[in-house]
């Protein structure tokens, strides 16, 4: 009996041994506790990453804000020029006056019409936008002529040049005689728009 105990006891010794070596183990280097805030530190780290990848500095911002300014500034700028269809008579009255300042003679301006009679369907994408052609014949110097066309930049509208013809015309020379279209952009509704200053 005592030679029993004698053998039982270094091997109870043993697994005891053996147990706390398993239970250190698990706890202090395998712990699952450890190994979960492990990969959630690894997944946080992750998610930081991106999040930087998606940050925008205060600098970045305002320039972001500063180019908005500048686009709505400058489409501000385009819309004040697209006048009116009411504002026609003022328009083409602008266009003679400029004219005259170079010493050119208007003996006929003539609109075409059913472009406003029309500006109820506009074409689609064109949104309220009418174009408008306007047929004018006049007189004067070619190099004054010349110097009236720069000069149509100027004007407080948007207008643009269609077809030019000139005539030589004996009873008027050194004098000749222009035909010339005029591009006249504008809108089909009367809001928002100061009128022309003349």
């Not at 706390?20 to 706890?27: I, M, Q, R």
């Not at 946080?44 to 925008?56: A, G, M, N, P, Y």
Request: proline share 5%; net charge negative; with cysteine.
């Amino acid at each position: 009996m005592k030679l029993a105990i004698s053998h039982l006891k270094p091997l109870l010794i043993a697994a005891a041994v053996l147990l706390g070596v398993c239970c250190a183990w698990y706890f202090f280097l395998y712990d699952p506790g450890l190994s979960k805030l492990q990969v959630i530190n690894d997944e946080t780290e992750k998610l930081l990453v991106k999040l930087q990848s998606f940050r925008v500095t205060d600098e970045q911002l305002s320039s972001l804000e500063e180019q908005i300014r500048k686009i709505d500034n400058e489409l501000h700028q385009v819309q004040a020029k697209v006048l009116p269809k009411g504002e026609l008579p003022l328009v083409i009255d602008q266009i003679q006056k400029k004219g005259r300042v170079f010493g050119l003679k208007f003996s006929a301006i003539i609109p075409e019409y059913k472009s406003l009679v029309n500006a109820e369907e506009p074409e689609s994408g064109s949104g309220d936008l009418i174009k408008l052609t306007v047929h004018a014949q006049l007189q004067g110097y070619y190099k004054n002529f010349g110097r009236f066309l720069e000069s149509l930049a100027q004007l407080p509208f948007y207008v643009s040049l269609g077809e030019i013809s000139l005539v030589y015309h004996e009873p008027v020379y050194p004098q000749i005689v222009i035909l010339v279209d005029f591009v006249l952009y504008l809108r089909a509704d009367a809001s928002g728009h100061e009128r022309v200053k003349t």
